[in-house]
């Protein structure tokens, strides 16, 4: 695949880096970082090993380092941060928005946490608190609480003349200002386009729109990236369970949830987090890793222990031993497919109780026309293979059985898994496996044992 312009100018950044970093030209590292929009640093570092890391980090501007670590994954920045003292966490973080704040003092200790609040005047702290007084995966959580109301009764004359009076301390990605009464109840939503387009004479009763539903503080981030989705938002009210105004979420925020979301579905397959350091240190990545190789291990000896309980029958027939692994490989890649688009349709929300049964019926039918096209097509190799029909229909017959149970076990096991409150991308890779390895190598070696040997 060709590289892209931008991942052309990454590598590029990071091979002058790199002979910067060898022939200690730090005036060259500092031109260049300095150079960068703090999401292009982020990225770079994110892309160095650890030791190259640890040399840029201090060369960059102490103005810019919360910027960057405001871009970083929870990994590189947690090492990062283990590398500033207070003071410099203080003053990184000194001007950046609530939200970004809170996602950076999640990843610090509790005694630096509090040192670090305890820096802030009053109203900046109470807002970074409010913020952290809900889960990260959460509206609360994602929210910044740095927003623009008015009042329902007032004209748009006022309104313009107010928002000329704040000027720069406008928050960032404004499109609209919210409507709230003198109780901080959410009422509605005045976009800017409204207020420059209407007549200045209007009230904002008159103009706002109360169509834009709030959202709750306790939601899901994925929920609320699923309703910017369906209602093409850029920003979105965030209230309490009494209808205040909390904050609001906007775009670049929602973005960040889907990118992560994608990459937690992608990398939890492989036991891995989404956060996980390329560029991590071999003890550590060894660390994280072998766990699921455990797991992987345990449901591998199943596998072995079933294939064990027809050790005479192989010992007879050679041949069941070379066509074991295809029996398994169709199981496993026919059960994949129906597991990722349950997974992917569990996350977009359109899986539920009445459509469930629909969907086992469906995958039911999908798995036997499929196991009986390729039983088939398998038999007739097999038998022309070891000269052997029964042969070929043994396999034949596994195969159907064994592509019927992987379309079952891809829909059921993430449904089961979610019951129970675990993530099906996590282990329902490992699940599928075990279920197709099993069914798989007990039909074809169990009607092997009974019609051939």
Same mark, same amino acid.
């Given at each position: 695949?060709?590289?892209?312009?931008?991942?052309?100018?990454?590598?590029?950044?990071?091979?002058?880096?790199?002979? @910067?970093?060898?022939?200690?030209?730090?005036?060259?590292?500092?031109?260049?970082?300095?150079?960068?929009?703090?999401? &292009?640093?982020?990225?770079?570092?994110?892309?160095?090993?650890?030791?190259?890391?640890?040399?840029?980090?201090?060369?960059?501007?102490?103005?810019?380092?919360?910027?960057?670590?405001?871009?970083? $994954?929870?990994?590189?920045?947690?090492?990062?941060?283990? &590398?500033?003292?207070?003071?410099?966490?203080?003053?990184?973080?000194?001007?950046?928005?609530?939200?970004? +704040? @809170?996602?950076?003092?999640?990843?610090?200790?509790?005694?630096?946490?509090?040192?670090?609040?305890?820096?802030?005047?009053?109203?900046?702290?109470?807002?970074?608190?409010?913020?952290?007084?809900?889960?990260?995966?959460?509206? $609360?959580?994602?929210?910044?609480?740095?927003?623009?109301?008015?009042?329902?009764?007032?004209?748009?004359?006022?309104?313009?003349?107010?928002?000329?009076?704040?000027?720069?301390?406008?928050? @960032?990605?404004?499109?609209?200002?919210?409507?709230?009464?003198?109780?901080?109840?959410?009422?509605?939503?005045?976009?800017?386009?409204?207020?420059?387009?209407?007549?200045?004479?209007?009230?904002?009763?008159?103009?706002?729109?109360?169509?834009?539903?709030?959202?709750?503080?306790?939601?899901?981030?994925?929920?609320?990236?699923?309703?910017?989705?369906?209602?093409?938002?850029?920003?979105?009210?965030?209230?309490?369970?009494?209808?205040?105004?909390?904050?609001? +979420?906007?775009?670049?925020?929602?973005?960040?949830?889907?990118?992560?979301?994608? &990459?937690?579905?992608?990398?939890?397959?492989?036991?891995?987090?989404?956060?996980?350091?390329?560029?991590?240190?071999?003890?550590?990545?060894?660390?994280?890793?072998?766990?699921?190789?455990?797991?992987?291990?345990?449901?591998?000896?199943? @596998?072995?222990?079933?294939?064990?309980?027809?050790?005479?029958?192989?010992?007879?027939?050679?041949?069941?031993?070379?066509?074991?692994?295809?029996?398994?490989?169709?199981?496993?890649?026919?059960?994949?497919?129906?597991?990722?688009?349950?997974?992917?349709?569990?996350?977009?929300?359109?899986?539920?109780?009445?459509?469930?049964?629909?969907?086992?019926?469906?995958?039911?039918?999908?798995?036997?026309?499929?196991?009986?096209?390729?039983?088939?097509?398998?038999?007739?190799?097999?038998?022309?293979?070891?000269?052997?029909?029964?042969?070929?229909?043994?396999?034949?017959?596994?195969?159907?059985?064994?592509?019927?149970?992987?379309?079952?076990?891809?829909?059921?096991?993430?449904?089961?898994?979610?019951?129970?409150?675990?993530?099906?991308?996590?282990?329902?890779?490992?699940?599928?496996?075990?279920?197709?390895?099993?069914? $798989?190598?007990?039909?074809?070696? $169990?009607?092997?044992?009974?019609?051939?040997?």
């Amino acid at each position: 695949m060709p590289e892209t312009t931008q991942q052309q100018s990454l590598n590029q950044s990071i091979d002058i880096l790199d002979e @910067a970093v060898k022939s200690g030209r730090f005036v060259r590292m500092r031109r260049l970082l300095s150079s960068l929009h703090p999401a &292009e640093t982020a990225h770079l570092l994110e892309s160095l090993p650890p030791k190259e890391r640890s040399v840029c980090w201090p060369i960059i501007s102490p103005d810019l380092h919360g910027d960057v670590l405001a871009y970083m $994954g929870d990994d590189v920045r947690a090492d990062l941060l283990k &590398e500033m003292d207070t003071a410099d966490l203080i003053s990184a973080t000194e001007d950046l928005d609530t939200d970004d +704040i @809170a996602d950076i003092l999640q990843d610090l200790p509790e005694h630096v946490m509090r040192e670090v609040l305890r820096a802030m005047d009053g109203q900046h702290r109470r807002r970074v608190e409010a913020i952290l007084a809900y889960e990260e995966d959460t509206a $609360g959580g994602l929210m910044n609480t740095d927003i623009t109301t008015v009042r329902s009764d007032i004209t748009l004359e006022v309104v313009l003349r107010y928002l000329r009076v704040l000027a720069d301390n406008l928050p @960032a990605n404004t499109d609209s200002i919210y409507v709230v009464d003198h109780r901080d109840h959410y009422i509605g939503t005045l976009a800017l386009s409204q207020i420059v387009s209407r007549s200045r004479s209007l009230t904002v009763n008159e103009v706002m729109s109360r169509q834009i539903e709030a959202i709750p503080a306790d939601m899901p981030d994925t929920d609320v990236a699923h309703r910017f989705e369906k209602h093409d938002l850029i920003s979105a009210p965030v209230i309490d369970k009494d209808n205040r105004l909390l904050g609001r +979420i906007t775009i670049d925020d929602v973005v960040d949830v889907i990118r992560d979301e994608a &990459e937690h579905t992608m990398l939890s397959m492989a036991g891995l987090s989404e956060d996980e350091d390329t560029f991590a240190p071999v003890k550590k990545s060894v660390h994280r890793r072998s766990l699921w190789l455990g797991v992987n291990l345990l449901t591998a000896f199943l @596998a072995a222990w079933v294939i064990g309980l027809f050790d005479t029958t192989i010992e007879k027939q050679v041949a069941l031993a070379i066509l074991m692994p295809i029996v398994a490989s169709m199981g496993g890649v026919a059960g994949s497919q129906t597991l990722t688009l349950v997974i992917r349709a569990m996350a977009l929300g359109q899986i539920n109780s009445k459509n469930q049964r629909w969907l086992l019926r469906k995958e039911f039918f999908v798995g036997a026309i499929n196991g009986f096209i390729w039983a088939i097509a398998i038999a007739i190799v097999t038998s022309l293979w070891f000269n052997n029909i029964e042969l070929g229909l043994l396999i034949g017959a596994a195969i159907v059985i064994n592509l019927i149970a992987a379309a079952l076990a891809g829909v059921s096991i993430p449904l089961i898994l979610k019951k129970f409150g675990s993530d099906p991308a996590i282990s329902g890779g490992v699940l599928l496996t075990t279920v197709t390895d099993v069914v $798989g190598f007990t039909a074809f070696l $169990g009607f092997a044992t009974l019609y051939i040997v």
